[in-house]
């Protein structure tokens, strides 16, 4: 372990900001025009999160789809996002950079095998994770973030049979928090099933420095960070945390976000073996060039029918009244 292999962000406040590109420029230009909303997830980049009308997690950016006023909504994330955001504000256009942006995670829950598992298990109600498609969201009672996953769950009563999915991992670490034994679909994202536990202690005792994890990683590494929260809730842990220095176990892009809103602190990606830090693939496919050109034209955007719209609704709306 060195630091030279290591992705570490110095405080912003030594820093500041850069002067914005002419993309950037004209994107600011266009979203005027257009009157188009911009709302970027944590995890693409920051030239896109620097134009961006907002930057957060799934719940904060649901939030914001529902009481958009503009126009357009230009989601820049990955296809679930773009989807609820259109499920949520149907009279909206919603377009998205990039329309081969997917999600491993929403990948591996197929609606119809989610289906046959609900038929054998009738009793059981279905808490999907937000990172689902449209298609899972129209069969599920509750939608529930990273954010406000053991909020929701520790409302149902302890009896109460639950399906989770798709996600395996988030699912386990509400187990443990809670005490449950929800049923588990066998669905992960790549990008956090991919972190060391080793690799991450070796960073704490290198840097002498905490570190904070996503509940997508396996619980290895959840057991070796001294948090495991969303990346909403990674700023005011941040905040809080006493150390000077925070190793932070998630796409590094989102190390963007939390030195803007912690910028007296250092923060350092964690490692993956064999790489620096860890992106997210799908999120990549967002670019500051491909959002300029879904400004000029539009597209590609998102449609869906209006049963999967009022189906997929009624779970997304749950969770906004629970959360």
């Not at 914005?20 to 980049?45: D, G, M, T, W």
């Not at 529902?66 to 990955?78: M, N, R």
């Not at 590094?252 to 997210?280: D, N, W, Y």
């Not at 998102?302 to 189906?311: F, G, K, N, S, V």
Request: proline fraction near 6%; include cysteine.
């Amino acid at each position: 372990m060195s630091q030279d292999n290591a992705t570490i962000f110095p405080p912003f406040k030594d820093e500041g900001e850069k002067p914005l590109s002419e993309v950037q420029e004209e994107i600011l230009r266009l979203k005027k025009q257009k009157r188009a909303v911009i709302l970027a997830h944590n995890y693409v980049s920051e030239d896109i999160q620097r134009v961006a009308d907002f930057a957060g997690d799934s719940l904060a950016l649901a939030r914001k789809a529902k009481e958009a006023d503009a126009d357009v909504i230009v989601f820049c994330g990955v296809h679930f996002m773009a989807e609820t955001a259109k499920i949520l504000n149907p009279s909206k256009a919603v377009v998205l950079p990039d329309i081969s942006a997917g999600c491993s995670l929403a990948d591996s829950c197929p609606p119809d095998e989610l289906a046959k598992l609900k038929a054998a298990h009738p009793g059981a109600i279905v808490i999907s994770y937000i990172n689902c498609s449209a298609a899972v969201k129209t069969l599920s009672d509750i939608i529930c973030t990273s954010g406000n996953a053991l909020e929701l769950v520790r409302k149902i009563p302890p009896e109460q049979e639950i399906i989770f999915c798709p996600d395996r991992n988030l699912g386990s670490w509400i187990n443990e928090k809670l005490g449950r034994n929800m049923i588990l679909w066998d669905g992960s994202c790549y990008a956090h099933e991919e972190y060391d536990a080793a690799d991450i202690i070796k960073m704490k005792e290198f840097f002498r420095a905490p570190a904070v994890c996503h509940p997508e990683c396996p619980k290895a590494v959840r057991d070796a960070c001294d948090e495991v929260c969303s990346t909403e809730k990674m700023i005011s842990w941040s905040k809080a945390c006493k150390s000077d220095k925070i190793i932070v176990a998630t796409v590094v892009e989102m190390l963007h976000r939390l030195r803007r809103e912690v910028p007296e602190k250092t923060f350092i990606a964690a490692r993956l073996p064999g790489k620096s830090c860890q992106q997210c693939k799908f999120m990549r496919l967002n670019s500051a060039e491909k959002l300029l050109e879904c400004l000029k034209t539009l597209k590609p955007e998102i449609i869906l029918d209006e049963r999967t719209i009022e189906l997929a609704a009624k779970p997304i709306e749950k969770m906004l009244k629970l959360s």
